[in-house]
């Protein structure tokens, strides 16, 4: 079975050791390896096999299941032209230390794929030049596609400041049941002046 | 025809201050869509012709917080746009008035989860609550009414207004 996917049989026997394993589902190839080894298989399927398509980055969290390690990074590889197809390359990484070194400079479209799996699982692709959060905000305190992270969240969802009035005024209370705020880049003390400023009736 | 033909000849009224400020305020209303999921769609209905909430003096919608008294905030706000929304808030003018349009913008809705605020009325004052999933543009414009009310009994030596 192994045998039969190009990319698989492309790669000189070197490379052809590190994957240990391959399976076919539904017309979908899923070959994987272990964590420091993706890259140099990574740059023979972008430089030698002709790979110039990285369509996602993303990563699963086998927690509590019996797997080789916790996380798997997924890179899905597609090329175009004559030899069209596509693949999946599963990458096996351990919890202890969830570092992968980057491929952003095989794939430019990895910047965003990366970033994306850092916000959701925390795992660190160094040399990737712009790991900020992506979709969660900046000051956000945790990863919420781990398994351990529960679906309402650790309280997140609560450390804001409150909006009340006060006399003439609107004014913040910070949270009391909640010791930190998130949010609070928008509420700088130039920002607060400002909207008091702003806010109060023209006499 | 109108109020003219009940005053007499000389064209007098007698009311109060408030009376005739809170009049004004309730049928001028300026809202503020703060529209973000399902229920905006109702809004915008029950803004345009159909149902044509300029019926009952709302129609100058006003997409600057700071040409507008009312704020309706229609539909899921997540932790990232509350800071946002309390930004807008607060660049209101006084005196101003708040309407959560909606399940997911008073309490979560079915949305109970890490990124969704369970009701905006934890972090910001609001004054009149419209249920629904989404709610119907009738409803909406009940809400109107209630925030009429709200504005009917405002007295203009109290704070609210920055007296």
């Known amino acids: 079975m192994s045998e039969q996917y190009p990319a698989h049989a492309a790669l000189p026997p ?27 298989l990574l740059e023979n399927f972008r430089h030698e096999q ?19 390690e916790r996380f798997e990074v997924v890179y899905v590889l597609r090329r175009l032209g004559a030899r069209r197809d596509q693949f ?22 990895a910047r965003w794929g990366e970033r994306e799996t850092h916000d959701m699982f925390g795992i660190v692709f160094e040399g990737n030049p712009d790991l900020r959060r992506l979709l969660m905000p900046e000051d956000f305190p945790a990863f919420p596609l781990l398994k351990d992270y529960p679906l309402t969240g650790r309280g997140e969802r609560r450390q804001f400041p409150r909006v009340v009035p006060r006399g003439d005024q609107m004014v913040e209370e910070e949270p009391t049941d909640y010791p930190t705020s998130i949010g609070r880049g928008m509420h700088t003390p130039e920002y607060i002046e400002e909207v008091e400023r702003d806010s109060k009736p023209r006499k | 025809m109108g109020l003219e033909s009940l005053m007499g000849g000389e064209g007098f009224l007698t009311t109060t201050v408030n009376a005739i400020v809170n009049w004004g305020r309730k049928n001028a209303l300026w ?23 300029s019926r009952f003096g709302a129609e100058v919608v006003r997409f ?5 008294d009312l704020l309706i905030v229609s539909g899921r706000i997540c932790i990232k746009m ?31 989860t890490y990124t969704m605020i369970q009701g905006v009325d934890q972090f910001m004052p609001v004054d009149v609550y419209v249920p629904g999933c989404p709610p119907r543009p009738e409803s909406l414009l009940d809400a109107l009414f209630e925030i009429q009310k709200v504005v009917g009994e405002e007295r203009i030596d109290s704070g609210k207004h920055g007296s």
């Open chain 1, 50 to 68: 002709g790979y110039d398509f990285l369509v996602d980055v993303t990563a699963i969290d086998y927690l509590g299941k019996d797997t080789l």
């Open chain 2, 31 to 53: 809202p503020m869509p703060f529209g973000t999921a399902c229920c905006a769609i109702e809004m915008m209905a029950t803004f345009s012709g159909r149902y044509d909430i």
């Open chain 1, 14 to 40: 070197s490379l052809q050791d590190l994957i240990l394993d391959t399976t076919e589902h539904r017309g979908q190839t899923q070959l994987s390896c272990k964590a420091p080894n993706h890259r140099s």
């Open chain 1, 88 to 109: 999946r390359l599963h990458v096996w990484l351990g919890e202890s230390d969830p570092t992968l070194s980057s491929v952003v400079d095989l794939w430019n479209s």
């Open chain 2, 64 to 68: 600057s917080p700071r040409q507008a």
């Open chain 2, 82 to 112: 509350m800071p946002v929304l309390q930004k807008i808030y607060r660049q209101m003018p006084e005196p101003k008035w708040v309407i959560s349009m909606g399940a997911c913008a008073s309490c979560g809705g079915v949305f109970d």
